[in-house]
């Protein structure tokens, strides 16, 4: 008992030392043409690689503002027949940085994006929040200047203290903020390897009283790299004992690919991928 103990402990001190970085977050769209469209035009996003699975009937777009080897992107996937989703009420919003929130904002609105919060001075910043084609917010963020454009996003959790330690012990994330606001009846967290806006952040917001959310069924996954998918495994199924969560997929190549992956549902139920750093570069290859 006491080795088994001992070697957990060792295995625990492992995302600490891991090379981790977001690589992209999955969600699913019912038109991939009209969103590739409003996200280069409206968001100057770039369209970086499209591949279509005719034999699964589903279609993905990789979208971002720099090169997937570098920088944090989302990907769409089309199902064929399947023109809507639902998000439901757990998923938050995506965020994206510009020098200028105003501007970005009216060029937004003059190509047909729908504004549903004006930009306003938040504190010694400014932002304002947008809609996609599809339903999905994204918050507009003024920052200087930042190499990662596409800089965090927000999931809505049932207990905030149990999800930080989970975070911080599964992933190695760190607590870089929190906040309590009484007076909307919220606590948000700011956890991830490193602060913005040179790092891509997760944010964690706790409702008062709100335990459990809806997941819907567009909002997919997260992925990250490590490097040692195998032992990044062992280190969550630890974690998801103690804290919650379940392994979904146990660590192993993807056929046809080769690329190892494992990945897993956090206590909330949101899904996170662990991606091989290395089988990743030669993917993109």
Known sequence: MAEAAQSNAELLEWPKKDNHRFLHVVYRVGDLDRTIKFYTEVFGMKLLRKRDVPEEKYTNAFLGFGPEQTNFVVELTYNYGVTSYDIGTGFGHFAIATP???KFVEE???KGGVVIREPAPIGDTVNAFVKDPDGYEFEIQQKASTPEPLCHMLFRVGDLDRSIKFYEKALGFKLLNKYDLPEYKITFAIIGYGEEPERVVLELLYNYG???????????????GTDDVYKSAEVVKIVTEELGGKITREPGP????????TSFLDPDGWKIVLVDNQDFLKELE
Do not use: H, L, S
């Not at 709100?210 to 990250?224: L, R, S």
């Not at 993807?254 to 992956?261: D, E, L, V």
């Open 108 to 110: 937004i609105r003059a």
């Open 210 to 224: 709100v335990t459990e959310y809806t997941k819907g069924n567009a909002y997919a996954q997260v992925a990250i």
């Open 100 to 102: 200028d929130v105003y």
């Open 254 to 261: 993807i056929p046809g690919i080769n690329t190892k992956i």
